[in-house]
């Protein structure tokens, strides 16, 4: 079943679907494809963007800087030097085992912001103001510059997740993982 969304359509009170899905993808998505977007919009995002507002203060916004990808977005990054994975989150379950993921980043404090937020993370979730915040992974990247990649929980899709590591740093531009 397709949904319609319409342009700057509300996923939560502070993201929208235009930051998270290219304009020539709207049309396409799926019911399930838009009930990822909505819950890692309104149950991961928000709680991490008042964590952000706590720790900087609210003139950091929280930029979405990659959403929804296509196999046609995925080959534009191997092309310019990056290293996706086939199984990527980012497919939001047009590719088989994925559950919706976006990278984000700070305008300020990027990185320092991820480690304040790890130190949160008690019995395979977050804390932040008083509120457990269920997700699937939250991964330090760096190329040029630093960004978060932050994932649904698969199993509120009926999706077993691969990984048991939640929290994790890039230590080499995608090729290697440390956990936190």
């Not at 995925?74 to 994975?85: E, H, K, W």
């Not at 995608?174 to 956990?179: D, F, P, Q, R």
Request: hydrophobic content about 35%; some cysteine; overall charge neutral.
């Amino acid at each position: 079943m397709r949904v319609r969304p319409y342009k700057s359509m509300m996923l939560s009170p502070n993201f929208n679907i235009d930051e998270i899905v290219s304009p020539n993808y709207i049309d396409d998505l799926t019911s399930s494809q838009y009930e990822m977007l909505e819950y890692l919009c309104f149950n991961i995002l928000e709680p991490m963007r008042d964590f952000a507002h706590d720790l900087f203060g609210r003139d950091c916004p929280v930029t979405i800087t990659s959403g929804l990808r296509t196999m046609s977005d995925y080959y534009d990054l191997i092309r310019t030097g990056y290293r996706p994975s086939q199984k990527s989150d980012h497919f939001f379950g047009a590719v088989p085992e994925t559950c919706g993921a976006v990278d984000l980043c700070l305008s300020q404090g990027t990185d320092t912001f991820f480690w304040a937020l790890s130190k949160t993370y008690k019995n395979g979730m977050l804390h932040i103001r008083g509120e457990a915040i269920d997700f699937g992974q939250i991964i330090l990247e760096k190329n040029k510059t630093f960004w978060i990649h932050v994932s649904n929980p698969g199993e509120i899709f009926g999706i077993k997740k691969r990984t048991k590591n939640k929290i994790m740093v890039s230590i080499d531009n995608g090729k290697t993982y440390k956990n936190v």
